[in-house]
């Protein structure tokens, strides 16, 4: 649920999770139980029902001689035995022997720590064209358009003039204030892809081939001088924009009819486009000729941005006369490239605060559930560590090439999905075993013995269960979206990480060291006697006898009634 403070789409899934989560946990306390106690005997096999009927024969006759050692020493003792001499409980005892338990520490840490460093130079990959598979021919036509053509994509900045501008648009000094916004924009742009004239379109400026600033445009020329008069006989010749909308002007100028209609008809078509039906606004269009998607495209929408968000003053104000309210224009910036550029920034931005949040509420319940202030902190160390590794080996592999991957870079949408995913796991596989490990030190093991008997016993169900789970997501190593792979990648090598390294050999050894301190400031019973796992076991097998007991007794006493 800490994911509901990323933007809506990823938030989605979380409740989508989270409402599974929830349906399957209530499946787990109501159904499968029920459903186990309906028909005890389908998923047993025929030693397993053999066994079960041996150990309530043999209950019952140690109820009626009153012999309950007998069934410690013929059933509960020989199942300890043969769990500590399990592969796993040899495992487990080599894990918390000291020196080996630092040891074990200390180079998981040196080896992890050079990838998990990686991803301090983490650059998320934006390109969308990797969720698509790349031979789809909607996508081969993208990418031929990309090439072949320029205008990839394109920026409307939206010039609004103030209310308080007689006539709006259509006044010399609004398109004076669009004219001056056009040539501090060529301004913009970094490194090796700046902004050229020819780029933009806009109804107060034009921009030929070759020229290094547009060419402003007046709304409405009062009076030519005689050097405007010649060039216009020449053919050199700026018409007002009045002039080329209406047709129709005060001074008597010469300009062939022909030209003066082919220049009327390319103006009218792009002021349909780019001023607003009320005269209260217009379009600059950046057209780009190379893809907006990109890094260098969100740099560039972010100097726009803090360009656009300057005050904007009128020339007679700057020359200390009465400020012209027309060229004090109001700009705003749109385009489906910042649309994303916000969406992944806050995204990736509200990514590791999702992390920790998620970290400060569950350390605490688990602290609360088992009462204990150690124990959760070095849980929570076992999943930070492997889980940063993880993502600075895909950082190194797919925004590095180690492995000789192509260079495309970590998608940020991996992750966005993954993460909780392989937090959730990892705290899950954790209380798992911890839980084992404080029952048994609940139940008088000592502090090392409960280590090892507890990996021994939830080894072989965390190792199935997290095989499992990688095998399913192994699938979309077959994906042809990149962003598939890249996250199987993660989860299957998370996965696997926390499940063979981290459960079987980093959490045995942190507990181990200052395992007295574990339970702090629960105080746990005293031990029963050493490392003997048969006593904890058979004060189980003694506990479950009076049980059983108990029933008998009250079906005899019922039979008793009935006679």
Known sequence: MCMLRMPPAIASNAIGGSIAVGAALLSCLTLLPAFLAGFPSLFASPEDIVARQEWEGLVAHSVSTGQDSLVVEATIGSEARKCQHASWYLWAVMMTSFPVNVLVI?????AFAPTALKLRTYSPAVDNFMCLPPHGPAVLAQQELRR????????????????????GVQSNGYFNASCRLANDLLSLGRDERPMKSDDLLGVSFFSSPGQTEPTCIHWRNERYSEEEVAEAEKGNFTPSAHLLLTGRTSNLLWLPGETLMYYRGLYQQLWARCASDDNRASLVVVALPWELFSWQGFELIEDLRMLLSRPKTSDSSRSGEIPDVCQEVKTREISEASIWRDYIFESVG????????????TTPFIAVSFWSVVAPLKLLLTVALPLTWVFGAAVEIFQDGALGTPKKGLHWTVPCSTSMLLLALALDYNIFYFGRVYEFRKAGLSDIEAIRQGLASTGPVITCAGLIFALEFSGLFFSEAAINRQGGFVVVVGVLL??????SCLMPAALSLGAQWNWWPTNMPSVVSGDDAVSVLGLRANRLLASRSGSLAQDGAHDNDGL
Do not use: H, S, W
Not at 498 to 503: E, K, N
């Open 350 to 361: 509200a990514l590791p605060n999702a992390i920790g949040i998620a970290c400060l509420v």
């Open 498 to 503: 926390d499940t063979f390294v981290v459960r």
């Open 148 to 167: 072949d053509f320029q205008g990839k994509a394109e920026i409307y900045i939206m010039v609004e003039a103030q209310n308080g501008c007689f006539g």
């Open 106 to 110: 200390v180079c998981l840490c040196v």
